[in-house]
């Protein structure tokens, strides 16, 4: 898809504050630092629209960023953060919980994960919580330009079968740096359009 307009609508913290347009949506999961922000700046080409940060725990809030006057990405705080209260994790639990069982414009979730590594115990748990609610998962393995090329097979069968991915759940591998993965991952979203 070629982007012709990109911009942030809005960084809520309840469903009042969500944008009334009936436009697709499709949210981004991950653990903190994992690469959403990047994803959505590559898929997008623009450098800094979502904001980057080598700090975890950045986003606190669902931003909501407007696509071609058509779509909707929503960038959902990270997980796997130690350094926020108990208290501010819960509020953000409640938070993302509340956006993923209740918004019908959600067409599909997509779990960001670091194909270096296998999936952490928050991923696992992620993916059960979008399959417990029938919701769509595309699994987007991020940081492909810092393995070589041959192993990336390897690295996805990996994250298959640590998350116990059924057969039909899509995976992209993907990186912010090169932009692999960026075609294929704007074909899977057209489908669910």
Known sequence: MKVTSADIVISAVKPEQ?????????????????????FINKMINRK?????????????????????????????????????????????????????????????????????????KDDIMMYGFFKHYDLPVIVVATKADKIPKGKWQKHL??????LGMEKEDETIVFSGETGQGKDEA???LKKYM
């Open 186 to 188: 704007w074909g899977l």
């Open 157 to 162: 069968k990996v994250t298959r079968e640590t």
């Open 18 to 38: 969500y944008p009334n347009e009936p436009f697709p949506e499709f949210a981004l999961a991950g653990r903190s630092n994992v690469g959403k922000s990047s």
């Open 48 to 120: 800094n629209l979502a904001r980057t940060s080598s700090k975890p725990g950045k986003t606190q809030t669902l931003n909501f960023y407007i696509i071609n006057d058509m779509l909707h990405f929503v960038d959902v705080p990270g997980y796997g953060y130690a350094k926020v209260s108990k208290t501010e994790r819960a509020a953000w639990g409640k938070m993302i919980e509340t956006y993923f069982t209740n918004r019908d414009q959600l067409k599909a979730a997509l779990l960001i994960v670091d194909l270096r590594h296998p999936p952490t």
